[in-house]
């Protein structure tokens, strides 16, 4: 009964192609977030959102776009992926007013070849 | 530019022995949790510190806030094979509770 869920858990895709990730939350939580990791480069923020269609830029945003249409989904989609994306992907929640702390999905392994 | 220092990068050490963590940066933090991440998974969060000097106990996890919020420390005792992740600290700053992560700790422990 995970209060988070990230689809799919792994995918592998081709330079140039489009790819959507989705994090679907059953916390009704106001933020969601999109991080990345990469060896060497801990966790770095994509995307994150405060609210339905209020989303904002992170420290890595080039080549990602996001929408949030409903409190529960958030999803990531890289318009054109290239092998400089190919990470791991957590999308992460959090309720600032209550307690502290995100929580993390389980990630999703995307290759792009 | 990496805002959150950790060290070591790697540990490896046996079972029973005791080790820390350190998370240091230029900036001031409001608070600092730290995390652990195992294979395959999401960060799971530890800890929270808020205050300047703040020290916290987690059964053998003794996680320290530096006076000026600057840094963190994170002391385990008597480590045992299970304590073996990767340790994450993350700092909040500003508006949107937005984390920035430390570049992490990979510990293994091993009987």
């Known amino acids: 009964d995970a209060g988070i869920t990230q689809s799919p858990r792994h995918k592998v895709t081709e330079t140039g192609t489009p790819v959507t990730l989705r994090c679907h939350q059953t916390?009704?939580?106001?933020?969601m977030y999109w991080y990345r990791q990469d060896p060497g480069h801990g966790l770095r923020l994509i995307h994150y959102?405060?609210?339905?269609?209020?989303?904002d830029k992170g420290e890595v945003s080039d080549g990602y776009s996001v929408s949030r249409s409903k409190t529960e989904d958030f999803l990531l989609t890289l318009e054109s992926a290239t092998s400089s994306q190919t990470s791991v992907y957590f999308c992460?929640?959090?309720?600032?007013?209550?307690?502290?702390?995100?929580?993390f999905g389980s990630g999703t392994r995307l290759t792009v070849v | 530019t990496q805002l959150l220092e950790q060290s070591p990068q790697f540990l490896s050490i046996q079972e029973g022995e005791n080790l820390t963590v350190y998370c240091n940066s230029s900036?001031?933090?409001?608070?600092l949790q730290w995390y652990r991440q195992e294979p395959g998974e999401g960060p799971v969060l530890l800890v929270t510190v808020v205050t300047g000097g703040e020290v916290k106990k987690l059964k053998r996890l003794t996680f320290q806030f530096g006076d000026a919020r600057k840094d963190s420390s994170l002391h385990i005792t008597a480590a045992q094979p299970g304590d073996t992740g990767l340790y994450l600290c993350?700092?909040?700053?500003?508006?949107?509770?937005?984390?920035?992560f430390g570049t992490g700790t990979r510990l293994q422990v091993t009987l």
């Open positions: 993350a700092g909040v700053k500003g508006t949107a509770s937005k984390l920035t």
């Open positions: 900036s001031v933090f409001s608070s």
């Open positions: 992460a929640i959090s309720d600032p007013q209550g307690p502290s702390g995100y929580t």
């Open positions: 916390e009704n939580h106001r933020y």
């Open positions: 959102s405060y609210g339905v269609k209020d989303t």
